[in-house]
């Protein structure tokens, strides 16, 4: 009946004021983690009528910046900020979120070093609950890839076309020296790319 859904519905509502406070406490410390670390990140909740999701009407909110107001995080945030924090929202939400497949675009915006390194091992960890694709140019990110593709135009005739290319581990070294922004054959680069690769291999050891 409408009173016993309405019921369960109160009951939903008061739940999530009580996760409210520590979901946006976790999710401001994974950003920080994600180079982010000023962000202030909130959920407002708002009356609505009876639905599917209750009475309550749920938005995310967002300060990338000190002294800058909470607004609405689809309105402000840019490509890369979008994807840091959906990063950080799967990252808090992996062991309950049904979703099985996510995609990662321009995480890697403005970002470096061991920022860089973070967000690979975060993505790497959520690669273990979850299928992730992510689409990045830091060899830091692209090293803790279970497979690596490489994106490539090409002219055939009068046309343009794009080729996903699954990279041999041969050839992810080469690519990753590139993205190293040394050349395919430099020693230096090949020997940082393998490194790299190493890297990866020593942490899933750990995991």
Request: hydrophobic letters at 45%.
């Amino acid at each position: 009946t409408e009173s016993e859904a309405l019921a369960l519905a109160e009951e939903l509502g008061r739940l999530r004021r009580e996760a409210t406070r520590r979901f946006e406490r976790e999710i401001e410390a994974e950003l920080a983690a994600l180079a982010m670390g000023t962000t202030r990140f909130a959920v407002a909740l708002a009356p609505q009528p009876l639905g599917p999701t209750g009475t309550d009407r749920a938005e995310f909110l967002i300060a990338p910046n000190p002294g800058e107001p909470l607004k609405p995080l689809a309105k402000i945030a840019s490509g890369g900020e979008l994807s840091r924090v959906m990063l950080a929202l799967k990252s808090v939400l992996a062991r309950v979120d049904r979703v099985p497949t996510l995609i990662f675009d321009e995480i890697d915006v403005g970002i470096g070093g061991r920022t860089a390194h973070v967000i690979g091992e975060k993505l790497a960890s959520l690669g273990r609950e979850k299928q992730v694709v992510c689409v990045t140019h830091l060899p830091q990110i692209a090293a803790r890839a279970d497979v690596h593709f490489s994106v490539r135009k090409e002219v055939q005739g009068e046309r343009t076309v794009v080729r996903l290319c699954r990279l041999s581990e041969e050839e992810r070294i080469e690519e990753l020296s590139r993205m190293l922004g040394g050349r395919a054959d430099s020693a230096t680069a090949r020997e940082h790319a393998r490194e790299l690769l190493a890297q990866r291999a020593t942490r899933e050891a750990a995991a």
